[in-house]
C-alpha cells in the first residue's frame, strides 16, 4: 500500500506540474509522442514492404534456385573454352541422388506460343509441362479443382489446368469449368483445375497468369518446343530447393559440382552454369529496406531525442521552483535517494504518458489502414509485440535520460541553500 500511495503522489506531483506549465508541457509531449509515432510507423512500414515483398517472391518459387545451361569460359579436362552445356532430365536424377542438401528438384520445360481453343474463343499461350515436385517449387497451387498429379505424368493423361488470364481469355466471366474440354496444339485436353489471379513483379518467362500446365510427359510428345525434348530428354531449366536456407550456398557448390563431372567442365566456371538464387535476391531486398529503415528511423529518433530535451527542460524549471519544497523535504528527513528517485519517477512518467498516446495513435491509425485492401508488393503496418516492447523499452531510456540531470540537481540540494531561496 505504501508503494501504491507513493506512486499515486509522484503522478498527483507530475500532472500538476504539467498543468503549470501547459504550453510547454504540450510542445514537449507533441514532440515525444511525435517522435514515438514516426519511428513506429517507420519500422511497421518496413515490415509491411518486407513482408509484402517475400509474399510476392513466393509467386515465383518458394525458396528456388534456377539453373540455366550456359557456355563455359574455362578450359577443362584437355577441353577448350566455349562448350555449350545443355540440360538433360538424367541431370535432375542425379541432383535428386548425388546432392543430400537438395530437398526437392524439378526440370522445366515449356513451349511459347501453342494454339489453346475453347468453343467461344482461341489464343496464343505458353505452356510448361509439369510435375508435382515443380509445382511445389514454383508455388503455383490450383485454386479450383486439382494440381496435376503423379498419375497424370505417368499415364500421359491430356488434363491441364488453367492461368486467370487464360480462362478469362477462353471462357470470359465464367468459373464452372473443371471438367471443360479444350484443344491444346489440335489434342483435346480435359480442365482439371483453375489457378488465381497472382500479383506479380518478377519473372523470368511471363506471368503464371498467361499460362497452361499440363503433365511434362505429355508435351514431350503434343508440342515440344524442339526435337531434343522429345528425343534426347532435354530440359529448359532446372529448380531445386535446398533442405535448410542457411545451408543455400554448400548446396549450390554440390548442384554446380555434379553437373560439372557430368558434363566435364570447371566446377569454379560460373558461366558454363548460371544460376538464379531468388533467396538471395530476396535477401537483398531486406537489406534496402533494412538501410531505408535505419536512415528514416535516425530522422525520428533525432525528434524524440529533442522531445526528450523538452522534458528535461521542463524538469529544469520544476526544480527551480519547488526549491523551497525540497529544502523543507529535506529538513523534515527526505534522503537524498528519496529526492532523486521521486523526480525521476516524474521525468519518466512525463515521457511515458506523452509516448504511450503516441503508441496507441500509432496502434488506431495501424488498424485503420490494415482494413483497408492492401496493394501489390504491401502487407499494411503490421504492430508485433517485439516493436512495442523496443518502443516501450526506449521510452524507458528517453525518460530517464531526461530526467536524470533535473533529479541529480533536486537531490544534491542542501537544505539550508534551499531554504533560503527566492524566486
Known sequence: MKAIFRLYTIANQAIAELWRHKLRTVLTMFGIGWGICALALISASGDGFKQGQRENWKQLGDRIVMVFGGRTEMQ?????AGKDIRLYTSDVEAIREQCPLVTTVAGEIKRWGVQVESEFNAGNFLVLGVDPDYLSLRNMPAATGRDISWTDVEEKNRVCVLGDSVRKQLFKKERDLVGRQIRINGYRYEIVGLMDEKNQNSSYDGWDNDKVLIPNSVLRSDCPPYRGVAVEGRVQTINYRPKPVSKREPAQLQVRRTLARIHEFD???????????????ASMFDEIFKSLGYFLGSVALVTLI???????????TSVTERTPEIGLKKALGATRRRILMEFLAEGVFLAGVSGSI???LVWGLASLVNALPMPAFFSGLPINPDLVLRLVALLGGVGIFAALPPA???AGMTPVEALRFEK
Not at 548460371?274 to 538471395?280: G, H, R, S, V
Not at 529533442?306 to 529544469?316: A, E, H, K, P
Open 306 to 316: 529533442l522531445g526528450g530535451m523538452g522534458v528535461m527542460n521542463t524538469m529544469m
Open 267 to 281: 566446377p569454379r566456371d560460373e558461366a558454363a552454369l548460371p544460376m538464379w538464387d531468388t533467396m538471395k535476391t
Open 408 to 410: 541529480w540537481r533536486a
Open 76 to 80: 577443362a579436362g584437355g577441353r577448350r
Open 358 to 360: 503516441g503508441i496507441i
